[in-house]
């Protein structure tokens, strides 16, 4: 696993040593679609000064409230969201990565931490996690469901399952 705050600055550490100006403490509020690129509309966050800008690329990388979504027209319902919840499990999967589909579209993903733990995160519509009483019964129902995912790790009983850590719309 990767904190969230070293991989944005990475990210756009990158970004920059390749050429990209990045609008820090800004607002977008328009995006039109040119022949050759976009052009985006905004404010200066601080005093509110418009600016405008061109980019051959859009990447709406801006989350789960995506601005960019939004102006575009690909915004979720709120009714339709999927909330994603996230304990750390005893065990290894090893360095890996490991995903799996559920039969209600919802998945499960695995990520070994290496350091006897395993970040074991659910994403679910909201309404199909109402039939559990608690966050920690809907993983440890997952984690039940895809034995051939879940192989070595030491999945404890509902009374001693550990506490659910993250609870976020996605």
């Not at 920059?16 to 800004?26: N, P, S, V, Y």
């Not at 030491?154 to 399952?161: G, R, S, V, Y």
């Amino acid at each position: 696993s990767v904190r969230r705050d070293a991989l944005d600055g990475d990210l756009q550490a990158a970004a920059e040593a390749a050429g990209a100006h990045l609008l820090r403490g800004t607002r977008l509020l328009g995006l039109e679609p040119l022949a050759d690129g976009w052009r985006l509309l905004g404010t200066a966050a601080a005093e509110g000064s418009a600016w405008e800008a061109g980019a051959d690329c859009l990447v709406g990388a801006d989350g789960r409230n995506s601005k960019v979504a939004a102006l575009l027209g690909l915004s979720v319902p709120e009714r339709d969201r999927r909330v994603a919840i996230r304990c750390f499990l005893p065990g290894s999967v090893g360095r890996r990565i490991c995903m799996g589909l559920l039969p209600n579209g919802a998945y499960l993903g695995l990520d070994g931490t290496g350091s006897g733990e395993v970040n074991a995160s659910l994403v679910s519509r909201r309404s199909d996690l109402k039939a559990f009483p608690t966050g920690a019964a809907a993983l440890r129902a997952a984690c039940l469901a895809l034995p051939s995912l879940t192989e070595g790790l030491e999945l404890p009983t509902l009374a001693n399952f550990p506490p659910v850590e993250a609870v976020c719309p996605v």
